[in-house]
Protein backbone atom coordinates (compact mmCIF):
# COMPACT_ATOMS: atom_id res chain seq x y z
CA UNK A 1 0.00 0.00 0.00
CA UNK A 2 2.64 2.36 0.93
CA UNK A 3 4.15 1.28 -2.94
CA UNK A 4 0.94 2.53 -4.36
CA UNK A 5 0.80 6.09 -2.19
CA UNK A 6 4.37 6.54 -3.14
CA UNK A 7 3.46 5.99 -6.89
CA UNK A 8 0.63 8.73 -6.36
CA UNK A 9 2.40 11.34 -5.04
CA UNK A 10 5.31 11.33 -7.55
CA UNK A 11 2.88 11.49 -10.24
CA UNK A 12 1.37 14.77 -8.80
CA UNK A 13 2.90 17.08 -11.20
CA UNK A 14 2.12 15.22 -14.14
CA UNK A 15 -1.74 14.33 -13.04
CA UNK A 16 -3.89 17.10 -13.18
CA UNK A 17 -7.34 14.84 -12.48
CA UNK A 18 -5.45 14.53 -8.72
CA UNK A 19 -7.22 17.78 -7.94
CA UNK A 20 -10.77 16.14 -8.45
CA UNK A 21 -9.49 13.23 -6.19
CA UNK A 22 -8.77 15.41 -3.51
CA UNK A 23 -12.71 16.91 -2.11
CA UNK A 24 -15.07 14.86 -2.77
CA UNK A 25 -18.74 14.84 -1.62
CA UNK A 26 -19.80 12.51 1.30
CA UNK A 27 -22.26 10.00 0.25
CA UNK A 28 -25.18 8.60 2.40
CA UNK A 29 -23.44 6.63 4.51
CA UNK A 30 -21.02 8.72 6.02
CA UNK A 31 -22.06 10.05 9.02
CA UNK A 32 -21.70 9.75 11.76
CA UNK A 33 -17.76 10.34 12.15
CA UNK A 34 -15.90 7.57 14.03
CA UNK A 35 -12.43 7.34 16.09
CA UNK A 36 -9.85 5.52 13.68
CA UNK A 37 -8.42 2.21 16.37
CA UNK A 38 -5.31 4.02 16.11
CA UNK A 39 -6.83 6.41 18.65
CA UNK A 40 -5.07 9.60 16.41
CA UNK A 41 -7.37 10.10 13.34
CA UNK A 42 -10.93 10.74 12.65
CA UNK A 43 -12.81 8.17 10.61
CA UNK A 44 -16.08 8.41 8.56
CA UNK A 45 -18.53 5.61 9.20
CA UNK A 46 -17.24 3.57 6.88
CA UNK A 47 -13.72 3.42 8.76
CA UNK A 48 -12.05 5.55 5.86
CA UNK A 49 -9.97 8.52 7.35
CA UNK A 50 -11.62 11.77 8.12
CA UNK A 51 -9.45 14.53 7.70
CA UNK A 52 -10.81 17.14 9.57
CA UNK A 53 -10.60 20.92 8.16
CA UNK A 54 -12.61 23.06 10.32
CA UNK A 55 -13.40 26.59 10.88
CA UNK A 56 -14.22 28.83 13.93
CA UNK A 57 -17.92 30.49 13.57
CA UNK A 58 -18.59 31.64 17.19
CA UNK A 59 -21.36 34.05 16.36
CA UNK A 60 -22.82 32.91 13.35
CA UNK A 61 -26.07 32.05 15.55
CA UNK A 62 -26.43 35.59 16.93
CA UNK A 63 -24.66 37.57 14.00
CA UNK A 64 -26.32 36.13 10.71
CA UNK A 65 -29.57 34.81 8.73
CA UNK A 66 -30.49 31.86 7.53
CA UNK A 67 -29.50 33.08 3.85
CA UNK A 68 -26.33 34.95 5.02
CA UNK A 69 -25.55 31.74 7.46
CA UNK A 70 -25.77 29.30 3.82
CA UNK A 71 -23.88 32.40 1.90
CA UNK A 72 -20.89 31.50 4.71
CA UNK A 73 -21.34 27.42 4.40
CA UNK A 74 -20.97 27.83 0.57
CA UNK A 75 -17.72 29.87 0.72
CA UNK A 76 -16.18 27.51 3.22
CA UNK A 77 -17.01 24.68 1.25
CA UNK A 78 -15.30 26.16 -1.80
CA UNK A 79 -12.73 26.77 -0.18
CA UNK A 80 -12.61 23.19 1.05
CA UNK A 81 -14.01 23.44 4.78
CA UNK A 82 -15.48 20.05 5.47
CA UNK A 83 -16.57 21.36 9.61
CA UNK A 84 -17.36 24.25 10.95
CA UNK A 85 -17.41 25.18 14.73
CA UNK A 86 -20.56 27.54 16.43
CA UNK A 87 -21.14 28.41 19.79
CA UNK A 88 -24.68 27.03 20.78
CA UNK A 89 -25.25 29.77 23.36
CA UNK A 90 -24.48 33.94 23.14
CA UNK A 91 -21.85 35.56 24.21
CA UNK A 92 -23.34 36.35 27.73
CA UNK A 93 -26.29 35.13 29.07
CA UNK A 94 -28.09 38.58 28.28
CA UNK A 95 -27.97 38.60 25.13
CA UNK A 96 -30.16 36.74 22.17
CA UNK A 97 -29.71 35.08 18.63
CA UNK A 98 -30.10 36.79 15.33
CA UNK A 99 -33.83 36.40 15.71
CA UNK A 100 -33.84 38.25 18.97
CA UNK A 101 -34.89 34.97 20.57
CA UNK A 102 -33.05 33.71 23.74
CA UNK A 103 -32.07 30.15 24.69
CA UNK A 104 -33.95 29.74 27.57
CA UNK A 105 -37.07 31.20 29.65
CA UNK A 106 -35.22 33.24 32.66
CA UNK A 107 -31.95 31.54 31.77
CA UNK A 108 -33.74 28.24 33.27
CA UNK A 109 -31.66 25.05 31.74
CA UNK A 110 -35.00 23.34 32.30
CA UNK A 111 -36.88 25.93 30.36
CA UNK A 112 -35.31 26.05 26.51
CA UNK A 113 -36.74 28.19 24.42
CA UNK A 114 -38.16 26.35 21.19
CA UNK A 115 -37.76 29.11 18.59
CA UNK A 116 -33.90 29.47 19.64
CA UNK A 117 -33.65 25.73 18.80
CA UNK A 118 -35.97 25.73 15.43
CA UNK A 119 -33.02 28.12 13.99
CA UNK A 120 -30.09 25.82 15.57
CA UNK A 121 -32.26 22.84 13.71
CA UNK A 122 -32.56 24.78 10.16
CA UNK A 123 -28.74 25.56 10.31
CA UNK A 124 -27.92 22.16 11.46
CA UNK A 125 -29.86 21.20 8.24
CA UNK A 126 -28.57 23.45 6.01
CA UNK A 127 -25.21 21.65 6.84
CA UNK A 128 -26.20 18.30 6.64
CA UNK A 129 -27.26 18.99 2.83
CA UNK A 130 -23.67 20.56 2.14
CA UNK A 131 -22.29 17.53 3.61
CA UNK A 132 -20.36 19.54 6.37
CA UNK A 133 -19.74 18.82 10.05
CA UNK A 134 -21.05 21.12 12.86
CA UNK A 135 -19.46 21.15 16.18
CA UNK A 136 -21.63 22.68 18.79
CA UNK A 137 -20.49 23.82 21.51
CA UNK A 138 -23.00 23.52 24.30
CA UNK A 139 -21.34 25.44 27.25
CA UNK A 140 -18.89 28.19 27.71
CA UNK A 141 -17.20 30.35 30.30
CA UNK A 142 -18.96 33.43 30.06
CA UNK A 143 -21.93 31.25 31.30
CA UNK A 144 -20.39 29.96 34.53
CA UNK A 145 -22.96 31.96 36.65
CA UNK A 146 -25.76 30.49 35.20
CA UNK A 147 -24.92 27.11 34.98
CA UNK A 148 -23.06 26.84 38.35
CA UNK A 149 -26.62 28.04 40.29
CA UNK A 150 -27.97 25.01 38.50
CA UNK A 151 -27.81 21.10 40.01
CA UNK A 152 -25.59 18.42 38.60
CA UNK A 153 -29.20 16.62 37.41
CA UNK A 154 -29.77 19.97 35.43
CA UNK A 155 -26.56 19.67 33.47
CA UNK A 156 -27.37 16.21 32.66
CA UNK A 157 -30.95 16.99 31.48
CA UNK A 158 -29.49 19.92 29.39
CA UNK A 159 -27.60 17.78 27.56
CA UNK A 160 -30.35 14.94 27.55
CA UNK A 161 -32.30 17.49 25.96
CA UNK A 162 -29.66 18.45 23.53
CA UNK A 163 -29.32 15.02 22.07
CA UNK A 164 -32.90 14.52 21.54
CA UNK A 165 -33.91 17.48 20.37
CA UNK A 166 -31.35 16.72 17.19
CA UNK A 167 -31.26 13.42 17.28
CA UNK A 168 -31.63 12.80 13.27
CA UNK A 169 -28.72 14.57 12.63
CA UNK A 170 -25.53 12.42 12.07
CA UNK A 171 -23.43 15.20 11.10
CA UNK A 172 -23.09 16.82 14.16
CA UNK A 173 -20.09 16.63 16.98
CA UNK A 174 -20.95 17.75 20.43
CA UNK A 175 -18.42 19.79 22.22
CA UNK A 176 -18.33 20.42 25.91
CA UNK A 177 -16.32 23.23 27.43
CA UNK A 178 -13.81 22.34 29.96
CA UNK A 179 -11.43 24.89 31.30
CA UNK A 180 -9.82 24.54 34.64
CA UNK A 181 -11.87 27.22 36.14
CA UNK A 182 -15.23 24.90 35.32
CA UNK A 183 -16.45 22.31 37.58
CA UNK A 184 -15.24 19.18 35.89
CA UNK A 185 -18.21 17.70 36.99
CA UNK A 186 -20.16 20.31 34.62
CA UNK A 187 -18.69 18.30 31.50
CA UNK A 188 -19.74 14.59 33.04
CA UNK A 189 -22.95 15.59 33.49
CA UNK A 190 -23.45 17.58 30.36
CA UNK A 191 -21.96 14.54 28.26
CA UNK A 192 -23.42 11.85 30.15
CA UNK A 193 -27.04 13.52 28.91
CA UNK A 194 -25.77 13.50 25.15
CA UNK A 195 -24.43 9.97 25.50
CA UNK A 196 -28.21 8.76 26.77
CA UNK A 197 -30.31 10.52 23.84
CA UNK A 198 -27.84 10.45 20.90
CA UNK A 199 -29.25 7.83 18.58
CA UNK A 200 -26.09 8.12 16.26
CA UNK A 201 -23.60 8.12 18.84
CA UNK A 202 -21.99 11.35 17.48
CA UNK A 203 -18.91 11.89 18.99
CA UNK A 204 -18.17 14.00 22.14
CA UNK A 205 -15.81 16.53 22.34
CA UNK A 206 -13.87 18.98 24.51
CA UNK A 207 -12.74 22.54 24.06
CA UNK A 208 -9.88 24.60 25.47
CA UNK A 209 -9.84 27.80 25.33
CA UNK A 210 -6.51 29.08 26.51
CA UNK A 211 -3.25 27.68 25.92
CA UNK A 212 -2.99 24.15 27.40
CA UNK A 213 -0.09 23.36 30.06
CA UNK A 214 -0.82 20.01 30.60
CA UNK A 215 -0.68 17.06 28.10
CA UNK A 216 -3.93 16.26 25.82
CA UNK A 217 -4.51 12.71 27.96
CA UNK A 218 -4.12 14.79 30.98
CA UNK A 219 -8.13 15.71 31.47
CA UNK A 220 -9.95 13.78 34.06
CA UNK A 221 -12.73 13.92 31.17
CA UNK A 222 -12.58 11.41 28.88
CA UNK A 223 -13.60 12.85 25.48
CA UNK A 224 -13.38 11.30 22.41
CA UNK A 225 -11.80 14.30 20.15
CA UNK A 226 -9.94 17.36 21.44
CA UNK A 227 -10.40 20.73 20.32
CA UNK A 228 -7.88 23.69 21.43
CA UNK A 229 -8.89 26.89 20.42
CA UNK A 230 -7.16 29.45 22.24
CA UNK A 231 -8.68 33.25 22.60
CA UNK A 232 -4.96 34.97 23.86
CA UNK A 233 -2.77 33.16 22.00
CA UNK A 234 -1.47 36.60 20.14
CA UNK A 235 2.48 36.67 20.40
CA UNK A 236 5.23 34.69 18.62
CA UNK A 237 6.50 33.50 22.17
CA UNK A 238 2.94 32.20 22.75
CA UNK A 239 2.85 30.65 19.72
CA UNK A 240 5.52 29.00 20.14
CA UNK A 241 4.97 27.54 23.47
CA UNK A 242 2.09 26.63 22.31
CA UNK A 243 3.34 25.01 19.17
CA UNK A 244 6.09 23.03 22.13
CA UNK A 245 2.99 21.93 23.62
CA UNK A 246 1.07 20.73 20.27
CA UNK A 247 4.23 18.62 19.33
CA UNK A 248 4.58 16.90 23.07
CA UNK A 249 0.93 16.11 23.03
CA UNK A 250 0.68 14.94 19.31
CA UNK A 251 3.99 12.33 20.39
CA UNK A 252 2.36 11.29 23.10
CA UNK A 253 -1.67 11.47 22.66
CA UNK A 254 -3.62 8.69 22.00
CA UNK A 255 -6.65 10.89 21.36
CA UNK A 256 -7.70 13.20 18.39
CA UNK A 257 -6.47 16.78 18.75
CA UNK A 258 -7.42 19.95 16.62
CA UNK A 259 -5.62 23.10 17.24
CA UNK A 260 -6.28 26.19 15.80
CA UNK A 261 -3.98 29.06 14.68
CA UNK A 262 -3.35 31.91 16.68
CA UNK A 263 -4.79 34.93 16.95
CA UNK A 264 -2.35 37.67 15.63
CA UNK A 265 -1.70 41.26 16.09
CA UNK A 266 -3.21 43.57 13.67
CA UNK A 267 -0.40 45.18 13.19
CA UNK A 268 0.88 41.92 11.31
CA UNK A 269 -1.01 42.79 7.73
CA UNK A 270 -0.12 39.63 6.15
CA UNK A 271 -1.33 36.45 8.11
CA UNK A 272 -0.93 33.78 5.68
CA UNK A 273 2.42 32.82 6.22
CA UNK A 274 1.80 32.41 9.60
CA UNK A 275 -1.66 30.84 9.14
CA UNK A 276 0.23 28.66 6.50
CA UNK A 277 2.68 27.52 9.03
CA UNK A 278 0.74 26.75 11.64
CA UNK A 279 -1.68 24.36 9.67
CA UNK A 280 1.26 22.65 8.40
CA UNK A 281 3.01 21.72 11.94
CA UNK A 282 -0.30 21.16 12.93
CA UNK A 283 -0.52 17.80 10.69
CA UNK A 284 3.05 17.51 11.35
CA UNK A 285 2.49 17.01 14.71
CA UNK A 286 -0.25 14.21 13.97
CA UNK A 287 -3.47 16.44 14.91
CA UNK A 288 -6.62 15.08 13.34
CA UNK A 289 -6.55 17.88 10.97
CA UNK A 290 -6.72 21.95 10.95
CA UNK A 291 -8.82 24.33 12.75
CA UNK A 292 -8.85 27.88 11.37
CA UNK A 293 -9.63 30.57 13.11
CA UNK A 294 -10.15 34.56 11.90
CA UNK A 295 -11.54 37.87 12.33
CA UNK A 296 -14.40 36.10 10.14
CA UNK A 297 -15.75 34.41 14.17
CA UNK A 298 -17.03 37.25 15.10
CA UNK A 299 -18.76 38.15 11.59
CA UNK A 300 -18.13 42.09 11.45
CA UNK A 301 -19.98 44.04 9.17
CA UNK A 302 -17.11 43.13 6.64
CA UNK A 303 -16.86 39.29 7.18
CA UNK A 304 -18.59 39.12 3.03
CA UNK A 305 -15.61 40.63 1.99
CA UNK A 306 -12.49 39.52 4.59
CA UNK A 307 -13.77 35.64 4.02
CA UNK A 308 -11.74 35.43 0.80
CA UNK A 309 -8.69 36.75 1.81
CA UNK A 310 -8.47 35.78 5.79
CA UNK A 311 -5.90 33.04 5.13
CA UNK A 312 -8.52 30.17 4.21
CA UNK A 313 -7.83 31.15 0.29
CA UNK A 314 -4.57 28.68 0.96
CA UNK A 315 -6.70 25.73 3.02
CA UNK A 316 -7.77 24.10 -0.90
CA UNK A 317 -3.93 23.76 -1.69
CA UNK A 318 -3.22 22.79 2.30
CA UNK A 319 -5.98 19.90 1.99
CA UNK A 320 -5.16 19.19 -2.02
CA UNK A 321 -1.71 18.51 -0.60
CA UNK A 322 -2.58 15.97 2.25
CA UNK A 323 -4.97 14.14 -0.06
CA UNK A 324 -2.62 13.18 -2.39
CA UNK A 325 -0.40 11.49 0.35
CA UNK A 326 -1.17 8.58 2.91
CA UNK A 327 -1.15 11.38 5.91
CA UNK A 328 -2.47 8.80 7.86
CA UNK A 329 0.18 6.65 8.15
CA UNK A 330 2.32 9.48 8.46
CA UNK A 331 3.73 10.57 11.92
CA UNK A 332 6.37 13.48 13.60
CA UNK A 333 9.62 12.86 13.58
CA UNK A 334 11.71 13.24 16.61
CA UNK A 335 15.09 13.00 16.13
CA UNK A 336 14.90 15.28 13.49
CA UNK A 337 18.24 13.25 12.34
CA UNK A 338 16.69 14.21 8.04
CA UNK A 339 17.97 17.44 9.17
CA UNK A 340 21.82 17.88 9.85
CA UNK A 341 21.66 21.42 9.97
CA UNK A 342 20.47 22.37 13.41
CA UNK A 343 18.49 25.76 12.79
CA UNK A 344 16.91 23.85 10.17
CA UNK A 345 15.42 21.72 13.17
CA UNK A 346 14.16 24.51 14.86
CA UNK A 347 12.45 25.67 11.78
CA UNK A 348 11.45 22.87 9.49
CA UNK A 349 8.66 20.62 10.60
CA UNK A 350 8.92 16.62 9.51
CA UNK A 351 6.00 13.88 8.77
CA UNK A 352 7.27 10.72 7.53
CA UNK A 353 5.66 7.31 7.20
CA UNK A 354 7.09 4.72 9.64
CA UNK A 355 8.76 2.90 7.11
CA UNK A 356 10.83 5.67 6.23
CA UNK A 357 10.59 5.51 2.56
CA UNK A 358 8.64 9.40 2.38
CA UNK A 359 8.93 12.39 4.12
CA UNK A 360 7.44 15.74 4.15
CA UNK A 361 9.05 18.41 4.77
CA UNK A 362 7.37 22.31 5.85
CA UNK A 363 10.25 24.99 4.96
CA UNK A 364 9.12 28.18 6.43
CA UNK A 365 11.54 30.37 3.93
CA UNK A 366 12.80 29.96 0.85
CA UNK A 367 16.23 28.65 1.22
CA UNK A 368 18.51 25.91 0.30
CA UNK A 369 18.21 22.51 2.97
CA UNK A 370 21.11 20.52 3.92
CA UNK A 371 19.56 16.30 3.92
CA UNK A 372 21.13 13.58 5.31
CA UNK A 373 19.31 10.78 3.34
CA UNK A 374 20.83 8.07 5.00
CA UNK A 375 18.22 7.54 7.83
CA UNK A 376 15.76 7.20 4.73
CA UNK A 377 14.78 3.90 3.49
CA UNK A 378 15.81 3.17 -0.11
CA UNK A 379 18.97 4.07 -2.50
CA UNK A 380 17.78 6.57 -4.45
CA UNK A 381 15.38 9.36 -3.77
CA UNK A 382 13.49 11.66 -6.29
CA UNK A 383 11.72 14.97 -4.75
CA UNK A 384 8.75 16.97 -5.62
CA UNK A 385 7.80 20.51 -4.80
CA UNK A 386 4.97 22.12 -3.42
CA UNK A 387 4.21 26.15 -3.54
CA UNK A 388 1.67 26.15 -0.13
CA UNK A 389 1.03 29.61 -1.19
CA UNK A 390 -0.22 29.45 -5.22
CA UNK A 391 -0.91 25.42 -5.24
CA UNK A 392 1.86 24.86 -7.95
CA UNK A 393 3.95 21.34 -8.30
CA UNK A 394 7.40 21.59 -9.63
CA UNK A 395 9.18 18.18 -10.00
CA UNK A 396 12.47 18.22 -8.32
CA UNK A 397 15.76 16.79 -8.37
CA UNK A 398 15.61 12.91 -9.36
CA UNK A 399 17.97 9.98 -8.38
CA UNK A 400 19.32 11.36 -5.66
CA UNK A 401 21.78 9.36 -3.90
CA UNK A 402 21.94 7.72 -0.71
CA UNK A 403 24.33 10.41 1.32
CA UNK A 404 23.89 13.92 2.60
CA UNK A 405 22.90 16.66 -0.17
CA UNK A 406 21.09 20.27 -0.94
CA UNK A 407 18.28 20.91 -2.25
CA UNK A 408 16.52 23.94 -3.10
CA UNK A 409 13.54 25.36 -3.82
CA UNK A 410 12.54 25.99 -7.78
CA UNK A 411 11.27 29.82 -7.37
CA UNK A 412 13.24 30.95 -4.57
CA UNK A 413 10.99 34.01 -4.02
CA UNK A 414 11.55 36.03 -0.85
CA UNK A 415 8.81 35.41 1.56
CA UNK A 416 7.61 32.23 0.39
CA UNK A 417 7.19 28.79 2.34
CA UNK A 418 7.59 25.34 0.50
CA UNK A 419 6.11 21.82 1.24
CA UNK A 420 9.23 19.38 0.31
CA UNK A 421 8.22 15.61 -0.47
CA UNK A 422 11.16 13.16 -0.41
CA UNK A 423 10.49 9.59 -1.18
CA UNK A 424 12.87 6.67 -2.15
CA UNK A 425 12.53 5.68 -5.72
CA UNK A 426 12.68 2.06 -4.99
Known amino acids: MNLRYLLLL ?36 NGKPFLMVADVAWQLLRKLNYEDAVQYMDQRKSQSFNTFVIQLLPSLPTQRNYQRVTPFNNNKLSEPNKAYFDYVDKIVAAAQTRNLVVGIVVSRKSWNVVFDAHKESDWQAWGEYLGKRFEKYPNIIWIVSEEEYQSSAQYKYIAEGLRSTTTHQNLIASLSTCSPTVPIDGSPNKSDLKFVIPDSTVTYSEYANLANWQKNSGELSVQPFLISNSEFPKEITDQSVLIRNQAYQSIMSSAAGFCHMSTIKNFNPTWKINITRDGAEYIDHFVKILKGIPWEYMYPETSQSLLPDSTDQQQIGIFSLSNK ?9 SKPVQLDLTVLQGNTFRAVWYSPRTGRRWPGASSLPKSVTSVSPPDPKAGWDWILLIGSQE
Request: net charge negative; charged share 20%.
Open 357 to 365: RLSMLYIPE
Open 10 to 45: LSLYTSPALSALAYTDAQDDFYPLRIHPNGKHITDN
